[in-house]
DNA sequence: GCGGATTGTCGAAGCGTTTCGACTAACCGG
DNA sequence: CCGGTTAGTCGAAACGCTTCGACAATCCGC
């Protein structure tokens, strides 16, 4: 591996000559430019990342932090996965995965201490996160996907659940349906504190109250089998349920088997919306569903690159923004049954 | 930040003695350890990845390289990510998130010269994947999940494809079928020599013919549309077939849509197998896929042990693994109709 | 009780960059 | 033509660790 010396050497300038020509920091004639980058050329030369990071004390790495204590990655977090990488990847910096829980504080303390992290992407934010403390008070700049309560001090990029909610349940009222449950995720998930699940909620109850309509919801776990009961459960407190809103991207098909099971027909008897979904998977359904299409990819890359730019900043402002999901009309709702 | 100076200047001690401590690589005596470990913890001193990585030439950093050029990563891929990074956690590394394609090429030279990564895993290996001689050029070493045409030098880990078929295969005979399709990744990813597609292909076309039946191959692209359009195809091939075998998650949930839409049920018409599926998109069709359970996130784990044993290694050998997927019948599989 | 191994510690030399201060030469307005 | 910028370059000092060679002290088999 070619040094920066070797460079030196063979371009008949000092080290510190190479460093500005490769980091532009102060003017090189082009003649001098010339001629090293000529000899890097030659050489083959790659700046040692390590030394670099060393030396100038910023690592060109940020860290994506993501609890793994559930079952795996949906299709939606896997997207802000993608697009964060190709985000970082794009502006020439490297993305590492770290998984750690709401709960290894500990670990998150030392991985933030370490000065390998320029800054942090956090992802599965709960309305109160310890995270976001400990990588404060470790000087780690960082940008939620998702939002605590307090976002005073925070950059942050979520879903707009109001607005999502809000079309969501205009879309049903709009088509004639009065009597709307929402299936949300799990209790564990809302006592938690989960954004989605308690904004979802929240917004779902407001909705429904201008409507002047009462708000049924369910809590289901992420599973088919949880969203056979979560229909049970709904169709035993509101029997002349007409439509349904799911924010679970796996109880959603739950729901649709269990409604075929009783002979109910989508959209038909029972019209259905799934909340924060990608195309690929509503199209897996059968009919394909009505959903509000959540940005995915665009998420991660948008938190990425506020990142970076709060990195090489002056900003000392926060990067704050709401990407609504998209309503896309497919075969899963309608006007009510007969 | 404190520095290992701090801590030698605290314990009474010289920084290689610190330092010495923390690697383990002298004796130190239990009374000195004892004295370092207390400044350390006095000062909350961690230390410096940077700084560590250019002194030992070791930077505790896995690459996860994985093409970005198609739609995204299925369930199956995403476990692959998951168990990696939590294998490389485990073990006190960091993983990094490369979206570097089978064509650029250049990128990865850059990468890998870096100095950045210890080692890398490859996902979504090709037959031919000119990405492993450029690691191999850049001194990397490099663990397979899948493999090339020539494994000669390499380690790997990937499904064995041909054992799943064969389970898949004779589970559909012995329940009586004789006329099965089955429905493969897009010609295009077979033309391209994805792995996972060639093998499956061949060892389908092996296994029918030691059965002494004939076999029918569809292509179909990742998606609900092309799953329809290949049981088209499928039936106007072969009207009186009864089974299906398909590759493809995204597609498989086409052809249940387009079966149900045909009047031809599940499994009373027509038997489904879905091939390298996780259970959790196996449960979110209806009936339940019967399937072959990939490993998934067993694969990446194992990929990243392997490939640190390797890292810190004596060894020379390479480490290579098959793993097959589990059959597990659910309610899409039984006998042939009427 | 002797030679050789082992244990425990230290100082110093890297590792490959960035960055700071200093210096020269050219340029510019008055 | 003089003082003050600016452009262009250099040498050396970090950056915070690991690792090598050296050395003293202790241990052990015989």
Redesign the interface.
Known sequence: ?ATMHDVARLAQVSVSTVSYVLTGTRPISQATRDKVHAAMAEL?Y??????R??ASRR?R?VG?LMP?DE???G?TE??F??GA??AA?TAGY???????GTTDLDDLR?LA????LDGAVLMEVQVEDGRVAVLQEAGVPLVLIGRTSDTAALSYVDIDFDQTVREAVDHLVGLGHTRIAYVNHSEAAIAAGYGPAVRTRDAFVARMAAHGLEPLMIAAED???AGREALDAALAQAPDLTALLAMNE?AV??I??EL??RGRTVPGDVSVVSMVTSP?VA????P?LTAMTSPG?ALGRIAVEALLRQLDGVTGDHHQQLLPCALEIRGSTGPPGR
């Open positions: 591996m083959d790659q700046p040692n990342a390590m030394a990071g060393l690592s790495i994506l793994m079952r795996g990655l299709a896997t997207a996965v993608t990488a190709a990847s490297h993305l590492v995965l770290a998984p750690v030392r201490s370490q000065r390998m599973s088919a089998a796996n098909f739950g649709l088997g075929a099971a690929q199209e897996l359904a059968h394909a990819s």
